[in-house]
């Protein structure tokens, strides 16, 4: 079946512990792209990866890191969490970053409560 | 720079009356425009899309777009509006941004069908 997985569903932690999101896909996808929803914000987007080793800043990256080093994977990383950081997050990922073929295909989110 | 209105915070309708969710946006050069939905609990599903071609876009479960230049919207309609539509609607837009592309979502629209 094909799907974007995320781990894990549900995360309590604490100010300071680092953590990781992981996001995988199995589609072959090119792009993928990281989201936080926040009640009143919408979705606002954290980072995105256009392909393997090519990421770039979305409109809220601060705090967060990502890498890409396989196609299929795209971990998110909180170096220090703090309690702003609270949020339900999603990975996406996409066939083309641009073209008729994009559409993006979302995970079930990750639900993060800092404390 | 870009940016996407959702006008409404929650639109009401009976079931069997048409309904629409307004999305106006602004973004330099050529949009994609995308409408998503949210079901409880559960991650974005992609609705309708449009890229270039025909104004009238037709999308999943009976949905439908129209993408206006003039007035830069991309509202969201429905002929006949089902208990099951309720849900939380996205509209998104993907315009050009350096170095890459940006997808930036709205707050989002609540639709609530009554029976």
């Known amino acids: 079946e094909a799907q974007v997985t995320q781990n894990p569903r549900y995360l309590i932690t604490v100010t300071g512990k680092k953590l990781t999101v992981t996001c995988s896909q199995n589609?072959?996808?090119?792009?993928m792209s990281w989201y936080r929803q926040d009640p009143g914000l919408g979705l606002r987007q954290i980072y995105y990866?256009?392909?393997?080793?090519?990421?770039d800043k979305g409109d809220v990256p601060e705090g967060y890191k990502v890498s890409r080093k396989e196609k299929r994977n795209f971990p998110l990383i909180l170096e220090s969490p703090c309690p702003n950081q609270t949020s339900l997050y999603f990975c996406?990922?996409?066939?083309?970053?641009?073209?008729?073929?994009?559409?993006?295909?979302f995970g079930p989110g990750t639900r993060l409560l800092v404390l | 720079a870009q940016s996407v209105a959702q006008p409404e915070d929650q639109v009401n309708v009976a079931e069997g009356n048409p309904l629409t969710v307004k999305c106006t946006y602004s973004?330099?050069?050529?949009?994609?425009l995308f409408w998503y939905v949210q079901y409880p609990n559960r991650g974005l599903q992609f609705l309708l899309k449009?890229?270039?071609?025909?104004?009238l876009v037709k999308g999943s479960y009976g949905f439908e777009a129209e993408f206006n230049k003039s007035q830069t919207s991309f509202h969201l309609k429905k002929p006949s509006a089902l208990v099951s539509d309720s849900a939380l609607y996205f509209c998104?837009?993907?315009?050009?941004?350096?170095?890459?592309?940006?997808?930036?979502f709205g707050a989002g629209t609540r639709l609530f069908v009554k029976a």
């Open positions: 996406a990922s996409s066939p083309t970053s641009g073209g008729r073929q994009e559409t993006q295909y």
């Open positions: 589609m072959n996808h090119e792009y």
């Open positions: 990866s256009m392909n393997v080793e090519v990421t």
């Open positions: 973004v330099s050069g050529n949009p994609y």
């Open positions: 449009y890229i270039t071609g025909d104004n």
């Open positions: 998104a837009v993907r315009g050009m941004h350096t170095g890459g592309f940006k997808t930036i």
